[in-house]
């Protein structure tokens, strides 16, 4: 088990393009989050999923952004019409169990740079 | 509202020299605290939590439920405690972990 994979690593895109990001967590957990990251910040929830229900969604996220983890394994994150605003790390963690833990384990991060 | 403050962005000591990183929460009924860490070119990862009540690397933290912090202790740093340090609040009925903005820790020769 090589931990929690998320693919690509990198993404520069142009202004308006749309981007997906791929995260697989570790097997046999059920519990799935995004956060994003900017410069000098702490990660900032975005949402998460029991299996393939997505749980809870940050107000804080836009219409562009939306996420899915249709059998409850892999999971994407997708930004339509992207804008500058959206240059940042986002990273993906994963949770064996239920709810009653903090103890994520997070992959290495997909960082989008939007020109 | 939800609310972790790690109000120190850089604390920067010599090696050996005893280290206190502040986390002050503010948070709807009894939440799980956690330490992360994050070292340089590494993925974040758990440092410790406060129900286990263990020391990970020299650090403990003790929650103060009174003063509402959680902060991060170790006697002697070393050098490679350098790194990004973040608070995070977990609350079993949202399922949310919430990060503090991150303090870093640059231990010095």
Known sequence: DTGVSQNPRHKITKRGQNVTFRCDPISEHNRLYWYRQTLGQGPEFLTYFQNEAQLEKSRLLSDRFSAERPKGSFSTLEIQRTEQGDSAMYLCASVRGGLDTGELFFGEGSRLTVL | ?109
């Open chain 2, 1 to 109: 509202a939800q609310r972790v403050t790690q109000p120190e962005k850089l604390l920067s000591v010599f090696k050996g020299a005893p280290v206190e990183l502040k986390c002050n929460y503010s948070y709807s009924g009894s939440p799980e605290l956690f330490w992360y860490v994050q070292y340089s070119r590494q993925r974040l990862q758990l440092l410790l939590r406060h129900i286990s009540r263990e020391s990970i690397k020299g650090f403990t933290a003790d929650l103060n439920k009174g003063e509402t912090s959680f902060h991060l202790k170790k006697p002697f740093a070393q050098e490679e405690d350098s790194a990004m340090y973040y608070c995070a609040p977990f609350s079993s009925n949202t399922g949310k972990l919430i990060f503090g903005q991150g303090t870093t820790l640059q231990v010095k020769p």
